[in-house]
Antibody, heavy 117, light 108 residues
Framework: EVRLLDSGGTLVQPGGSLRLSCAASGFTFKNSAMAWVRQAPGKGLEWVSTIGGSGDSTFYADSVKGRFTVSRDNLKNTVYLQMNTLRVEDTAVYYC??????????WGPGTLVTVAS | ENVLTQSPGTLSLSPGERATLSCRASQSVTNTYLAWYQQKPGQAPRLLIYGASSRATGIPDRFSGSGSGPEFTLTISRLEPEDFAVYYCQQYGSSTWTFGQGTKVEVK
């Protein structure tokens, strides 16, 4: 059974940093691209970032490019999202997702990031 | 950026009725790269349809997807009580992923 558990969300001040993690199990992790998708309160879904199975390929939405970095550890079956220079508009539930290329087919439960002073 | 516009914004129907949801892209979308998701309050999205018309694992056959080019449709043949939710289309192209703004299917 595919399982994704995203974590690390909390309250952080504008300009601060945070790292989210997503622990995966139930599939061959190194063979799967992974993505982060976010959802601001009461809003729709917004793609944030994607990383290829080996970690060599990374992609970012314009809204986070230069501030967020996606990475993965294929020995720990974990994908990360390092978020720097956080803004109020980054407040959202962040979901990690496994890709059945190119569509996310399994999603974690989400972790809430609140950026506020 | 390939913008996806979903219509209608809200669909008010009764259980047993047919639901037809539309997703229009501002640029052409390769069929393989168009998907539909269902999201209920407080839950993560669930993949329903990928490749424009293929049902994901465990999805009932009352859900079907169709369309090509810029215009795609999700049809729910007979609404069950558990189908009232928000539905999103999603596309991939040029190393970016975009979602539509969603269609809410609510009980009439």
């Amino acid at each position: 059974e595919v399982r994704l558990l995203d974590s690390g969300g909390t309250l952080v001040q504008p300009g601060g940093s945070l790292r989210l993690s997503c622990a995966a199990s139930g599939f061959t992790f190194k063979n799967s691209a992974m993505a982060w998708v976010r959802q601001a309160p009461g809003k729709g879904l917004e793609w944030v970032s994607t990383i290829g199975g080996s970690g060599d390929s990374t992609f970012y939405a314009d809204s986070v490019k230069g501030r967020f970095t996606v990475s993965r550890d294929n020995l720990k079956n974990t994908v990360y999202l390092q978020m720097n220079t956080l803004r109020v508009e980054d407040t959202a539930v962040y979901y990690c997702a496994k890709l059945q290329w190119p569509s996310p087919d399994y999603w974690g439960p989400g972790t809430l990031v609140t950026v506020a002073s | 950026e390939n913008v996806l516009t979903q219509s209608p914004g809200t669909l008010s129907l009764s259980p047993g009725e047919r639901a037809t949801l539309s997703c229009r892209a501002s640029q052409s979308v390769t069929n393989t790269y168009l998907a539909w998701y269902q999201q209920k309050p407080g839950q993560a999205p669930r993949l329903l349809i990928y490749g424009a018309s293929s049902r994901a694992t465990g999805i009932p056959d009352r859900f079907s997807g169709s369309g090509s080019g810029p215009e795609f449709t999700l049809t729910i043949s007979r609404l069950e009580p558990e189908d009232f939710a928000v539905y999103y289309c999603q596309q991939y192209g040029s190393s970016t992923w975009t979602f539509g703004q969603g269609t809410k299917v609510e009980v009439k």
